[in-house]
């Protein structure tokens, strides 16, 4: 299944690239999946790792998501998809409150997706300066206030025998860019 995932994520990103780079953007998902999966969680938090972007950056729809990999998938899925017709703030405080209130397997895979996307975009920074900020809806102080947020926010109520290594990494991360 998780073959499956990585390929059906390979065709629907087809021909995209990252924000600040001509990198595939298939690259972080990829990623987002392998950290799962050697974080040691389920198949289908690894398949919606793959997966996680397909809903909110591509044609297809949760239906396709939940006809070919299953329900659990694409509830994992559904959990980290932003509606798209809502504002930035509306989106990224959604996202805030999911990564609050979510079972484990969520939290694990927003967390996941936000370290990945923090240390492309403290590469980029290294790379090109702060002009790579122009590329965002937001600006250095909003995605600061939703990166602090979400660091915050990731632990409530997760006993800490089940915290990743990964949480305290993407800490680290979001000091680091936000200094």
């Not at 950056?57 to 939940?66: A, F, H, L, M, R």
């Not at 805030?96 to 484990?104: F, T």
């Not at 900020?133 to 025998?161: C, H, L, P, R």
């Amino acid at each position: 299944m998780k073959q499956l995932a990585k390929e059906f994520a390979e065709k629907a990103h087809h021909g995209q690239t990252r924000k600040n780079s001509k990198a595939p953007y298939i690259t972080h998902p990829i990623r987002v999946a392998e950290r799962l999966e050697e974080s040691g969680y389920s198949d289908e938090a690894v398949c919606a790792g793959y997966l996680h972007d397909v809903v909110e950056d591509t044609p297809y729809e949760i239906e396709d998501i939940k006809e070919t990999f299953g329900a659990r998938v694409a509830e994992l899925v559904a959990a980290h998809t932003e509606d798209k017709s809502k504002s930035w703030q509306e989106r990224k405080q959604h996202t805030i409150d999911v990564v609050k209130h979510a079972e484990n397997e969520v939290k694990y895979l927003i967390v996941a997706d936000k370290l990945d996307n923090l240390l492309g975009l403290e590469h980029d920074l290294k790379a090109q300066g702060d002009s790579v900020w122009d590329n965002f809806n937001a600006g250095v102080e909003k995605q600061k206030w939703y990166n602090e947020a979400i660091a915050t926010n990731m632990y409530v109520g997760i006993n800490s025998d089940y915290v990743p290594d990964f949480f305290d990494e993407y800490v680290e991360a979001v000091k680091r860019v936000f200094k």
